[in-house]
């Protein structure tokens, strides 16, 4: 039956898409606009300081036929609205450009229009509050708004076997409405290269910790590589989560300012073993121009307290600071079956053979720590499992309270084992989607 469907589509005789005389009429509802200040991510979203607007819910939706344009009121100019599949909402609608500035450093914007078309169909959606063009409408622009930073100090950590990790951060904005919290697989398209959307959940204004676990309808999947978005905003009115102000298609539409930062996890049932039970700092993932990835942190420190990150697996990793960290006072590195020891080289060259569990003093060689420094040694012999979060759960500790905004960059071997192969592309399938994502959507991925 499945081919006969297929030939007489082929053929004409089933139409794939239909008539203009049998489009459907189209509906939208929540049309929005807000500064959007975007992280580093592996969810093929673009990074920076972003004038996001389109509407919430479209149908038919873009899988069925409808297209959009946002225009901008005062010169005219115009972006094709993408429609994304999302799991949590299939009928989303968006775009995006790159708001210039003024001499204060804030931003200000007019409210697009949007234009929705299906066959013979069509519908102009009014960006104002009511949706009524003006000036019964209050246009959803935007007025001398300032980015708001990315939260800090996210980690993670199991409770139980079997539970959803708990998430933990710090906000770093006083003035906020809400917290939401995004969760993406970024092994699923959502139609035009944005992983895929499979949570969305807000909270009170200043919520720093979500257990995954009391959260309903949320279920993952062990092994796949998620983001989790933790976005700090601030709404139209500042309309405060709460009573009678507390669901998706309330605080969506009245979203005014907001910060995305984005966190690569991968999910294991498995609770931490007892010797790494601590909480893992995540990483924010991104891709280097020669298509390796770099994970940076954003962690606030204290002078010899030891600090768990956990990036995926490679041969090795070099780890660095930025200009204005404390500088490496230690490391210490995990204990691998097949990696008996690995090689630590120093900034001057020098090297040492440690073993796993072995804490490495940097400070017995250069007085004020180091900067920078590379591990090597992991074979293919290691067996790592790349759907397991504690896989490499490297221990760092500090010659000084700051703050810890380096990268962990992997070190991929030149031409690696067959095994070593599969784990890395299980390891990165992330990211190599990502990379393809982009090539194949380019100036596109402003919107998401």
């Not at 962990?408 to 992330?430: Q, R």
Request: aromatic share 10%; glycine share 10%.
């Amino acid at each position: 039956m499945k081919k006969l469907i297929l030939i007489s589509s082929i053929l004409g005789l089933v139409p794939a898409l239909p008539t203009p005389s049998q489009a459907e009429t189209i509906t939208a509802s929540g049309p929005f606009e807000f500064l959007d200040n975007r992280s580093a991510n592996d969810a093929g979203i673009a990074t920076g300081v972003i004038l996001q607007f389109g509407v919430q819910h479209v149908t038919p939706s873009g899988a069925n036929g409808t297209t959009g344009i946002a225009t901008n009121p005062n010169n005219q100019n115009q972006r094709q609205l993408m429609p994304e599949n999302f799991t949590t909402n299939p009928n989303f609608f968006t775009a995006g450009v790159r708001p210039t500035p003024n001499a204060a450093g804030t931003y200000s914007a007019p409210a697009w229009n949007f234009a929705f078309t299906n066959g013979s169909d069509g519908l102009n959606v009014f960006n104002t509050n009511n949706g009524l063009p003006p000036p019964n409408g209050i246009p959803k622009g935007i007025s001398n708004l300032t980015p708001i930073p990315f939260v800090n100090n996210v980690t993670y950590a199991y409770s139980a076997s079997g539970a959803l990790p708990t998430v933990n951060w710090t906000n770093t904005q006083s003035s906020l409405d809400a917290i939401a919290i995004r969760i993406r697989d970024n092994g699923v398209n959502a139609g035009s290269g944005i992983a895929d959307l499979v949570y969305t959940q807000y909270f009170a204004p200043t919520t720093t910790s979500v257990s995954l676990s009391t959260q309903p309808g949320l279920a993952l999947t062990a092994g796949h590589e998620y983001s989790i978005e933790i976005d700090q905003l601030q709404t139209r009115g500042n309309q405060v989560f709460g009573q009678g102000f507390n669901t998706a298609s309330q605080i969506f539409p009245a979203t005014l300012n907001q910060s995305r930062s984005f966190f690569d996890f991968t999910y294991s049932p498995t609770a931490a073993p007892g010797g790494v039970n601590a909480p893992l700092y995540l990483p924010t993932a991104s891709l280097q121009p020669n298509g390796v990835p770099s994970y940076s942190f954003d962690i606030a420190t204290k002078a010899g307290q030891t600090y768990f990150i956990d990036p995926a697996y490679a041969s090795g990793y070099v780890f660095a600071t930025r200009a204005g960290d404390p500088n490496f006072a230690s490391v210490l590195l995990p204990e691998l079956s097949g990696t008996p020891n690995y090689t630590i080289v120093l900034p001057d060259g020098r090297t040492f053979t440690v073993i796993g569990g072995q804490l490495f003093d940097f400070t017995q060689y250069f007085g004020d720590g180091v900067s920078t420094f590379t591990v090597k040694g992991i074979t293919e012999l290691t067996n790592l499992d790349p759907g397991d979060p504690l896989a490499f759960a490297a221990g760092l500790s500090f010659v000084r309270d700051g703050e810890f905004t380096g990268t962990m960059d992997p070190i991929l071997a030149g031409v690696p084992e067959p095994s070593t192969w599969a784990m890395m592309l299980l390891g990165f399938c992330g990211l190599g989607y990502l990379a393809r994502r982009r090539r194949k959507r380019g100036s596109a991925l402003i919107a998401a």
